[in-house]
């Protein structure tokens, strides 16, 4: 028998891949076919890892794949964990995707992924690139300002991304950084709006393409209505994090980058895990608030899209052997049935981070839920399995995922984006060094800063000394915590002790990671030369400290000059901090 025979037997069978009928009435044609169980499935987005289909996920406990398709009847997962190739996510993704078509329905999986561009790795929220190109954070693509190099980005990855797969990038993050001790800024475009909102769009336009179809990447904007404005700056991951404030009653200000977002054709919303205090909107948190995903989202702005909630409103977890709860911030007294009621009810479609459907057929059966209300959400996120060209093809080249995978061309993109990136706060006239001088490094590999003069043992034997830090954060009681960067933005004394010592002796460049916007005025007093860099290598940095690289970056947010002026600052007011030590803006040109 022909593949053509083959092909039409099918299309009998399940209409709805007949390609020539419109997208809504695949959709329908495929609903009336599901059980409630079935469409169950659907709701439930969450984590999975590279592996045997038959094996658990150690970290997250979660099922098996097996258990995941055949068991749960889900079809949506976020992909944990990088992997030694393309070829081998494209691998393990067909066999997934075999596994899913030897189903009733034959209903093709979407995987998503957190970022996996850059140098950040946090199990809940970025992975390393691994086998990817890598890119500054997005916090430093808003330091090139470059919107242009910004959806280049976001088309590179795209091809990375379609070759293995990925079909769903749980980003961009258009939260504004207005809280300097705010965990998740790292991923932001820093803490102004307009530019936030600008490079925003340009993001979601290349990951998604001119036309949205079968080779985008569905953006899943977050988190809506702001995430930025954190209490503290604590973060929602935790009961600690849970309020939002607004002193400044800056509230509608925070919405402007997604208004942005949804002009330029996002296709999904993921909102945040805080829960607003002091509005005029429910205090609980966003995924169960139904003024702000109903009101304001779907109502206001009019986005008929898939809106996701972030992982984990639901069931309390164990992660990395530590009990957690379930961030249902305001709503800790609800079962989680009660919890998933109310999430519909606020006018969400799908549960990240849950695998629980069986409580979604349970309200069904008990009138909680209705079959109408079901399907309203089962139509939005079939549209996208359909517009995404999964039931056409849900198989991907394993020979060109390695070929486009971290490809020569992209690779190079990626690094020069990361020099680009780097900002020169300030030079007393020791860059650009010339190469071959005695250099002392500290966090730079001493065989790639060979490349750039002779590498001695001590700073009193050199000429020129680079030391390279992480932005300071307080350490916390979990290793999950660990992964959020929170806390005081102050460096500990015996840091800045090393660096003093490294500066007495000979003249000092000092580089940050700036995950946050740490507070440099004890190093700014004695170093030669300060620079941020938002993920960048050691190349990269010597490459602009040399001079072999024109230095173009600039700030994405204030840099502040104390904790006090932290302290005191309004966490949803942009630049808010008194006398910063840098502004908004700054960055010399070398």
Not at 416 to 432: E, H, K, W, Y
Request: net charge negative; proline share 7%; charged share 25%.
């Amino acid at each position: 028998m022909t593949d053509t025979t083959d092909t039409t037997r099918v299309a009998t069978a399940r209409p709805w891949l007949d390609a020539s009928l419109p997208v809504d009435e695949r959709v329908q044609l495929l609903l009336d076919e599901m059980t409630i169980e079935e469409k169950a499935g659907l709701f439930f987005h969450t984590m999975i890892a590279i592996g045997d289909l038959d094996e658990t996920n150690p970290v997250f406990g979660t099922p098996s794949a097996r258990e995941f398709v055949e068991g749960k009847r889900m079809t949506h997962f976020n992909l944990l964990g990088a992997a030694p190739t393309g070829r081998e996510i494209a691998a393990w993704q067909n066999e997934l995707q075999r596994l899913a078509a030897s189903t009733r329905l034959g209903i093709p999986v979407t995987l998503s992924t957190d970022p996996r561009h850059s140098f950040s790795e946090n199990p809940g929220a970025s992975i390393l690139a691994g086998p990817f190109s890598q890119w500054p954070e997005t916090l430093g693509l808003a330091a090139t300002r470059d919107a242009e190099l910004v959806q280049r980005f976001g088309d590179i990855a795209r091809q990375e991304y379609t070759a293995v797969g990925l079909r769903v990038a749980l980003h961009p993050q258009v939260d504004l950084a207005t809280e300097p001790r705010w965990a998740r800024q790292t991923a932001t475009f820093g803490e102004d709006a307009e530019l936030s909102g600008i490079l925003g769009a340009a993001y979601i336009r290349g990951f998604q393409g001119e036309a949205f179809g079968p080779g985008s990447v569905s953006t899943m904007t977050k988190h809506f209505p702001g995430g930025g404005p954190q209490k503290d700056g604590e973060d929602p991951h935790f009961p600690y994090g849970r309020e939002q404030v607004y002193p400044g009653g800056e509230f509608e200000l925070h919405l402007a980058p997604f208004e942005d977002a949804l002009a330029a054709g996002t296709r999904q919303m993921m909102p945040y895990y805080g829960m607003p205090v002091g509005t005029e909107y429910e205090e609980v948190g966003f995924g169960f608030n139904r003024s702000v995903i109903t009101g304001l989202l779907r109502e206001r702005f009019g986005f008929d899209g898939l809106v996701c909630t972030d992982w984990g409103l639901i069931n309390d977890a164990e992660i990395f052997g530590q009990p957690f709860p379930a961030r249902a911030w305001g709503v800790e007294h609800l079962t989680p049935k009660e919890r998933m009621r109310k999430v519909l009810d606020a006018g969400v479609d799908q549960f990240g981070g849950e695998d629980c459907p069986e409580l979604l057929v349970e309200l069904v059966a008990e009138g909680a839920i209705s079959q109408e209300r079901v399907d309203v959400s089962a139509r939005r996120i079939l549209r996208e399995k359909f517009e995404l060209g999964l039931f056409e093809n849900p198989f991907v080249d394993e020979d060109a995922a390695d070929e486009i995978v971290g490809r020569a061309e992209f690779r190079a993109a990626g690094e020069a984006a990361q020099r680009a990136s780097i900002t020169v706060l300030v030079n007393d006239g020791a860059l650009p060094f010339p190469t071959g001088r005695r250099l002392y490094v500290e966090g730079v590999d001493r065989e790639v800063a060979a490349a750039y003069g002779e590498v001695v043992d001590a700073p009193e034997d050199a000429d020129l000394a680079v030391v390279r830090l992480q932005a300071p954060f307080d350490v916390r009681e979990t290793m999950f915590e660990n992964f959020f960067h929170a806390g005081s933005l102050e460096f500990p004394e015996e840091i800045l002790d090393r660096v003093r010592a490294i500066a007495a002796a000979v003249p000092t460049v000092v580089d940050v990671l700036a995950d946050r916007p740490p507070i440099l005025g004890p190093i700014v007093d004695v170093a030669a030369a300060v620079t941020l860099n938002w993920g960048a290598s050691g190349a990269a940095l010597l490459d602009v400290l040399s001079g072999a690289v024109p230095a173009r970056g600039r700030l994405p947010f204030d840099l502040p000059s104390s904790m006090a002026a932290v302290e005191a600052s309004r966490p949803d007011v942009p630049f808010d901090t008194s006398e910063p030590l840098f502004r908004f803006g700054h960055g010399l040109v070398m």
